[in-house]
């Protein structure tokens, strides 16, 4: 039973070939690509405004030399809202619900930001290892410290991402599974858990 609950997260096969590429591709498939004769519908201005504002709001706090970053953080908060949005449909999968690619997209994005600040912001992106008014005899504790800390954020934010999306697709499943089973032997009980249930496929909704 528990071995069929965790069968979810593992990548579907077609002979032999994980589909996991498959349904990260998909979401593309729901874009359409503008051209010559490309008619705008209510879908697609839909869309083109949920891109501006997705856009707006990454780079309204940097400066303009930080906007070259639009267009690769805006098709990632696409891909992500995409796969996430599509996982919580029946009998799909989620990939982000893999430790391997959520730390295949946070490491090299955070190794770029970090390399990009010591480049641009040597003495501000240093300073942040030693806050400030530190004790003299804390200053080599403090900076070991921060570093540790800076080095495995990608690690911590990845696994805690992964361990949100796995307990919520967990939790869907089980309180679903009980309803189910308990809609023969005590009906209002089975409605009560699903209540339950949409109040919580309402939080993951959120958290994708």
């Not at 729901?30 to 083109?48: D, E, V």
């Not at 504002?53 to 309204?60: A, H, S």
């Not at 996982?87 to 959520?102: D, E, I």
């Not at 009980?189 to 919580?200: E, F, V």
Request: one cysteine or more.
């Amino acid at each position: 039973m528990n071995l069929s609950f965790f069968d979810q997260f593992s990548s579907p096969c077609l002979l032999g070939i994980p589909l996991i590429l498959l349904s990260m591709l998909f979401p593309a498939l729901l874009l359409p690509s503008p051209g010559s004769r490309w008619i705008t519908n209510r879908l697609a201005t839909l869309q083109s405004w949920c891109i501006d504002l997705i856009t707006k709001q990454l780079m309204t706090p940097l400066n303009k030399s930080g906007h070259k970053w639009a267009l690769i953080l805006t098709s990632l908060m696409i891909l992500l809202l995409s796969i996430n949005l599509l996982g919580l449909l029946p009998y799909t999968f989620t990939p982000t619900t893999q430790l391997s690619m959520n730390m295949a997209l946070a490491f090299p994005l955070w190794l770029a930001t970090l390399l990009t600040g010591l480049r641009n912001q040597p003495s501000a992106s240093l300073g942040h290892l030693l806050p400030e008014g530190t004790p003299t005899p804390l200053i080599p504790a403090l900076i070991l410290i921060e570093t540790i800390s800076l080095l495995i954020r990608p690690l911590a934010l990845g696994v805690r991402l992964t361990a949100n999306l796995t307990a919520g697709h967990l939790l869907i499943q089980l309180i679903s599974t009980a309803s189910a089973a308990l809609l023969s032997i005590m009906p209002t009980i089975s409605i009560l858990t699903t209540i339950i249930l949409l109040l919580l496929t309402i939080l993951e909704v959120a958290v994708a």
